[in-house]
């Protein structure tokens, strides 16, 4: 097949992507798979497959554009997500350490890591990760998350003091993080701790639209749930001026 035609292809698998035909898509990629066979492009048939919901035909894709390129950062992280979404996750940290043999200083193959590494229990190890990636990202997009995601780490081994401080450096990258750990169960004992109204500080402003927006949309019902299933949010709005607007939708005692 000519050069041209397997452009072509290219062109039409990803309009065909973007109108959200998946068959078509699918289609144009065979076709340059059984032309060209890459990492790339059974990495891409793989998106589609998943898109299809057609999980064994996107393993078998990534294992094809793995036996392309071992080393395919499209490929693996694809692998590892899939693994995630099918709650495989010591199969996830095996990826995520393919990654890192290849790519030592991907931040986010780090961060991935070590969200791997919590589900399974490994929070010393994914504190590693988390660690690792603050060091290498020093001006990463993902520092805000990384933080988060220490902290999230931290609080599950009880050390509560080392979570307000990451909380509060997550905060001021990202005040949407903040608001998150004051929604997050994960930090249901450090809001107890005096210190923590730094963290409502920085989130506040977020937090504070966040709740608006069920009420400006008219979803009172789900308004009610968010209240009812966040028992900080309702120490928030029981003792903040600002969110006194929200008290009628408060749960009866």
């Not at 249901?188 to 963290?199: G, M, N, P, S, T």
């Not at 900080?232 to 008290?247: K, Q």
């Amino acid at each position: 097949m000519a050069t041209e035609g397997i452009d072509a292809l290219w062109r039409r698998a990803l309009m065909q992507r973007q109108n959200g035909n998946h068959e078509a898509a699918t289609e144009a990629l065979a076709q340059i798979a059984r032309a060209e066979p890459s990492a790339k492009v059974f990495a891409a048939l793989a998106r589609e497959f998943r898109d299809l919901d057609d999980t064994p035909s996107a393993y078998w894709a990534y294992k094809a554009a793995l036996e392309c390129s071992g080393s395919d950062t499209d490929a693996l992280f694809g692998l590892a997500s899939l693994h995630t979404e099918q709650e495989r996750h010591d199969d996830a940290v095996h990826v995520y350490l393919n990654v890192l043999k290849y790519h030592p200083q991907n931040v986010e193959g780090l961060v991935n890591l070590g969200n791997a590494m919590a589900r399974v229990g490994r929070h010393d190890e994914a504190e590693a990760c988390y660690y690792s990636a603050l060091r290498v990202g020093r001006t990463s997009p993902h520092r805000a998350r990384i933080y988060y995601n220490l902290a999230r780490s931290h609080a599950y081994a009880g050390r509560m003091g080392e979570v307000v401080d990451l909380l509060i450096c997550a905060g001021h990258v990202d005040a949407g993080y903040a608001m998150r750990a004051c929604l997050d169960d994960a930090f249901r004992d450090a809001w107890q701790l005096d210190e923590f109204i730094k963290v409502l500080q920085l989130g506040e402003r977020p937090l504070y639209k966040h709740v608006y927006g069920f009420l400006d949309r008219g979803h009172i019902s789900d308004l009610r749930v968010l209240i009812r299933e966040n028992p900080f949010l309702v120490t928030v709005i029981r003792s903040h001026p600002t969110f006194a607007r929200f008290e009628e939708f408060l749960p009866g005692d």
